[in-house]
């Protein structure tokens, strides 16, 4: 089993910045991906960002060029710094982890956080 804790959600205005934090435990051998995927109220979760323990990252063509992805493999923890925050960005944000090649087609992986709201304001 894995357990993945969620950081730095909260409320900004349109423009601003915020960093999101996803630490990890448990059997970190089964896992070679984390990443983070957003769920807004009314519609399906989507693929925000993800990342593998090589590097190799993917997002979603809404938040590219305005967020990064980046991970510190000794302490498993993946982080997500978001930029140039639009109100449609609000949503819950949930860290996810799991093994394989599928992340490079957006599919999550097994492991869920518990989520962490994030809010622009208008």
């Known amino acids: 089993q894995v357990q993945l804790v969620e950081s730095g959600g909260g409320l900004v205005q349109a423009g601003g910045s915020l960093r999101l934090g996803c630490a990890a435990s448990g059997s970190m051998f089964s896992i070679n991906f984390m990443g983070w995927y957003r769920q807004a109220p009314g519609n399906q979760r989507e693929l925000v960002a993800v990342?593998?323990?090589?590097?190799?990252?993917n997002y979603a063509d809404s938040v590219k060029g305005r967020f990064t992805i980046s991970r510190d493999n000794a302490k498993n923890t993946v982080y997500l710094q978001m930029n140039s925050l639009k109100p449609e960005d609000t949503a819950v944000y949930y860290c996810?982890?799991?093994?394989?090649?599928?992340?490079?087609?957006?599919?999550?992986?097994?492991?869920w956080g518990q989520g962490t709201q994030v809010t622009v304001s208008s």
């Open positions: 996810n982890a799991g093994s394989g090649l599928q992340f490079l087609a957006g599919i999550p992986g097994k492991y």
């Open positions: 990342i593998s323990s090589g590097g190799s990252t």
